[in-house]
């Protein structure tokens, strides 16, 4: 079914004056985690799809002179290496290696025609409010209330930079806050898997000289949609903040980011052995 078809038909569950404030973060878990069968999980990651946000005509977020584009495809790169190094049994696939646009809907397609087993978006925060900082990760669902739901927003409107853009999105209109919230169509087998690693994630960020875990959230983010198997989507800092725009852009900044997403990898995978 097309994704217009999904969303005109699930438009009518909503209330023109239902206005989504964005997502909030998941409770910590209070009890050992269960054995990862009983979380309907498929099995290792084989087949590691790392998607280095925006690229190309499409900057992203913009710090006093940084580009998302450009901090996002660094730290992409250096997840490939390091991961490569470490983990041979694992496959990488980039959607990007360079300064190009590559379409919402095509890291989608790069996604299912390598057969991965998990897609990882990195992206960068932007908001006006300066003193925010520190990481969150993402998994595709409906937001319950956040600061930063513009942001969110930002991020679906990548597809206008798209030629005809609505030929591949069946209408969607990434300006519309009814439309952001009708992306919670995931299974439960696939949120499981995602939220799984987006902990995990998390945990190796705050360990890296003591960042600000700002936790695992939800939103409807369309690349996290289009892939369709279990995702996530990771704003590694603030690149509006001056600090975290100084230690995003330095190569020791990247490395840590990278070797964050490393060991939450590899910690998932030995849970399978």
Same mark, same amino acid.
């Given at each position: ?13 909503f ?6 404030q ?31 946000g ?5 900057p #992203? ?7 998302? +584009? ?9 997840? +490939? ?5 470490n ?8 959607t ?15 996604a ?13 925060n932007?908001?006006?409010n300066?003193?925010?900082h ?9 937001n319950? #209330? ?7 927003i ?6 206008l ?14 300006? &519309? ?9 995931? &299974? ?9 690693l ?29 892939? #369709? ?9 603030f ?27 590899e910690?998932?995978?030995q849970e399978?052995?």
């Open positions: 079914m097309r994704l217009g078809l999904i969303l005109l038909s699930l438009l009518g569950l209330s023109s004056s239902y206005h989504l964005g997502p909030e973060p998941y409770d910590p878990p209070v009890a050992p985690m269960p054995p990862l069968q009983d979380l309907g999980l498929a099995g290792p990651i084989r087949t590691l799809i790392i998607d280095p925006h690229g190309g005509k499409d #992203g977020a913009v710090g006093g002179d940084t580009y998302e +584009k450009d901090v996002t495809l660094g730290v992409g790169l250096k997840l +490939k290496e390091i991961v490569n190094q983990l041979p049994q694992v496959k990488v696939v980039m990007r290696e360079s300064d190009e646009f590559i379409p919402l809907y095509a890291r989608g397609e790069i299912q025609e390598n057969n991965g087993d998990f897609f990882i978006s990195i992206h960068c932007g908001i006006e300066k003193h925010s520190g990481a969150e990760t993402y998994i595709l669902g409906v319950k #209330g956040q600061e930063n739901y513009e942001r969110i930002e991020e679906n409107q990548a597809v930079f798209e030629d005809n853009f609505g030929k591949f999105y069946g209408g969607f209109n990434p300006r &519309s806050a009814e439309a952001n919230i009708l992306f919670d169509l995931t &299974s439960d087998a696939l949120r499981s898997e995602s939220k799984h987006a902990e995990k994630v998390q945990i190796h960020y705050a360990e890296a000289k003591g960042r600000n875990n700002r936790g695992v959230k939800q939103a409807p983010f369309i690349v996290l949609y289009m892939c #369709g198997m279990p995702a996530i989507l990771t704003e590694i800092g690149i509006t903040n001056d600090k975290e725009e100084a230690f995003l852009r330095s190569e020791e900044g990247q490395e840590m980011v990278a070797n964050g997403l490393y060991r939450s990898i910690a998932y995978n399978f052995q």
